[in-house]
């Protein structure tokens, strides 16, 4: 499984990004998908996941203002990002797994900044 992301950006704060991971190779035993996200001297954390239901969960830092989204069609998950706030600021990461308690695919990650 190979995950590309991309969509990342220099935005001022208040402004909108969407960011996309596009989802090749072997996906037959992936069910969920998730962006995280790292700033710089912290721990990579979750922003928002999707199971194969549909069923998605927000951290709490972005409700409200980012919504994760798939498209089976196009193969693409996607993190629309609204109302951005420096501290969104970091790398974000998609990843990809069975379950969305056990994510063990990780594309490369696409650098957001926000500007104040």
């Known amino acids: 499984v190979q995950l590309q992301a991309s969509g990342g950006g220099l935005v001022q704060a208040g402004g909108s990004l969407r960011l996309s991971c596009a989802v090749s190779g072997s996906t037959f035993s992936i069910n969920a998908f998730g962006w995280y996200r790292q700033a710089p001297g912290k721990q990579r954390e979750l922003v928002a996941r999707i199971s194969s239901a549909g069923i998605i969960n927000h951290s709490d830092s972005v409700k409200g203002r980012f919504t994760i989204s798939r498209d089976n069609t196009r193969n693409t998950v996607y993190l629309q990002m609204n109302s951005l706030k420096p501290e969104d600021t970091g790398v974000y990461y998609c990843?990809?797994?069975?379950?969305?308690?056990?994510?063990?695919?990780w594309g490369q990650g696409t650098q957001v900044t926000v500007s104040s």
């Open positions: 990843a990809a797994g069975r379950t969305w308690l056990s994510f063990n695919y």
